[in-house]
């Protein structure tokens, strides 16, 4: 991520995310300021996980 947005960018995300587990900002703030192509890096990675954790308790 550093190298995709810079380290400026993620020093500044990071303060952002302070703010929101701060309660300071919304999610929905906090996500329109994120860049849309980690978004969506983000959301396939935390689909892959969702599907592997189905798979092994569908297993169980």
């Known amino acids: 991520m550093v190298k995709y947005q810079g380290f400026d960018e ?6 952002r ?5 701060k309660g300071n900002i919304s ?6 300021g994120c860049d849309s192509h ?3 890096v ?10 592997s954790r189905k ?3 569908c297993r169980s």
């Open 27 to 32: 999610a929905e703030d906090f996500i329109s």
């Open 42 to 51: 983000v959301i396939n990675g935390v689909v892959k996980v969702f599907d």
């Open 17 to 21: 995310a302070k703010e929101f587990f």
């Open 55 to 57: 798979a092994a308790l």
């Open 38 to 40: 980690v978004l969506q």
């Open 10 to 15: 993620i020093l500044y995300q990071l303060k």
